[in-house]
């Protein structure tokens, strides 16, 4: 059985030499005008692939599904049922089921969060974080950025990704932001994406990747059911979704404060009642533990 595993370890890790061997030549063989030629025809072919114009004429999208939720170490610290609701390329609404009491919004580069607490701006780090999170968003890339000046596209090989066979393509923004997609070579969609990143608050590099499978077609779409993104190699979230709705009129009011205050005015007067009978109980139980002691 040893033999078996380790066998199968030296296959694999062969494979992968193999793979990166190939991509290096095939880039070194290139003219750049070459590399840049098949890098798009390969977006081209991936774009087709998730729906062409239904892809590219997205206005919404609702996700219902569960999040898992990692700390640094990579420990799992929450998992919980959740409605998304975006707006792309910068608009983005979380709420938490079935309470709808915890919800995040995303507003380009305005955000607000509800919580126990009531409604209060988001900082200022994760505002900064999340907007470079919206210019490395694959939606983003594969609709909008693309066509930016000054993006540079580069081919960047054969590789074996996730098992599978797959093609690199890599682009460089005027920002010199480099982000990498590997394309399976079956079905042309994306199942990974790699991007340099920066710490906001120690601005430390890093790199960031993200995991694409599982996919559906709904309503012409090929969506990803499962996603799950990693930081310096420590899993920062995981996804699976329930169901996905394209393009039910998402109202632009949802992504407002004015939306989040609305809310607290239903679920505050539960949330301070319900904190109010929280605090006499444990009131109640300390005075019996008072009474127990002096018996």
């Given at each position: 059985m040893k033999q078996g595993i380790l066998l199968g370890v030296l296959l694999a890790?062969?494979?992968?030499a193999s793979a990166n061997a190939r991509a290096q030549d095939?880039?070194?063989?290139?003219?750049?005008?070459?590399?840049?030629?098949?890098?798009?025809?390969?977006i081209d072919q991936a774009i087709d692939a998730l729906g062409g114009e239904k892809y590219l004429n997205i206005h919404d999208v609702t996700c219902e599904g569960r999040l898992g939720t990692?700390?640094?170490?990579?420990?799992?610290?929450?998992?919980?049922?959740f409605i998304d609701y975006q707006i792309p390329p910068s608009k983005e609404r979380q709420e938490n089921l079935p309470k709808r009491n915890i919800i995040e919004v995303w507003n380009a580069d305005k955000g607000w969060d509800l919580d126990r607490g009531g409604v209060s701006p988001m900082p200022r780090v994760d505002l900064a974080d999340n907007m470079e999170s919206e210019k490395k968003d694959i939606y983003n890339i594969l609709r909008w950025r693309i066509h930016e000046p000054g993006m540079i596209f580069r081919y960047a090989g054969e590789d074996?990704?996730?098992?599978?066979?797959?093609?690199?393509?890599?682009?460089?923004?005027s920002d010199n932001r480099i982000i990498r997609i590997a394309f399976a070579d079956d079905t042309h969609l994306p199942i990974r994406k790699t991007a340099a990143t920066r710490d906001p608050?120690?601005?430390i590099k890093g790199q960031e990747i993200e995991y694409f499978s599982n996919y559906h077609p709904i309503q012409g779409i090929q969506t990803a059911y499962q996603i799950a993104r990693e930081?310096?190699?420590?899993k920062i979230f995981q996804v699976f979704f329930d169901k996905c709705d394209y393009n039910t009129n998402v109202s632009d009011s949802l992504f407002t404060k004015d939306s989040l205050d609305q809310r607290w005015a239903q679920v505050g007067k539960k949330e301070t009642?319900?904190?109010?009978?929280?605090?006499?109980?444990r009131k109640k139980t300390k005075q019996e533990s008072d009474?127990?002691?002096?018996n």
């Amino acid at each position: 059985m040893k033999q078996g595993i380790l066998l199968g370890v030296l296959l694999a890790t062969g494979l992968l030499a193999s793979a990166n061997a190939r991509a290096q030549d095939a880039d070194e063989l290139m003219m750049p005008d070459q590399s840049s030629a098949k890098a798009k025809q390969i977006i081209d072919q991936a774009i087709d692939a998730l729906g062409g114009e239904k892809y590219l004429n997205i206005h919404d999208v609702t996700c219902e599904g569960r999040l898992g939720t990692f700390d640094h170490s990579g420990q799992l610290t929450g998992f919980g049922h959740f409605i998304d609701y975006q707006i792309p390329p910068s608009k983005e609404r979380q709420e938490n089921l079935p309470k709808r009491n915890i919800i995040e919004v995303w507003n380009a580069d305005k955000g607000w969060d509800l919580d126990r607490g009531g409604v209060s701006p988001m900082p200022r780090v994760d505002l900064a974080d999340n907007m470079e999170s919206e210019k490395k968003d694959i939606y983003n890339i594969l609709r909008w950025r693309i066509h930016e000046p000054g993006m540079i596209f580069r081919y960047a090989g054969e590789d074996l990704v996730d098992l599978k066979p797959a093609q690199w393509v890599e682009l460089t923004d005027s920002d010199n932001r480099i982000i990498r997609i590997a394309f399976a070579d079956d079905t042309h969609l994306p199942i990974r994406k790699t991007a340099a990143t920066r710490d906001p608050k120690t601005q430390i590099k890093g790199q960031e990747i993200e995991y694409f499978s599982n996919y559906h077609p709904i309503q012409g779409i090929q969506t990803a059911y499962q996603i799950a993104r990693e930081r310096n190699g420590i899993k920062i979230f995981q996804v699976f979704f329930d169901k996905c709705d394209y393009n039910t009129n998402v109202s632009d009011s949802l992504f407002t404060k004015d939306s989040l205050d609305q809310r607290w005015a239903q679920v505050g007067k539960k949330e301070t009642a319900r904190e109010q009978k929280e605090a006499q109980e444990r009131k109640k139980t300390k005075q019996e533990s008072d009474d127990s002691d002096d018996n």
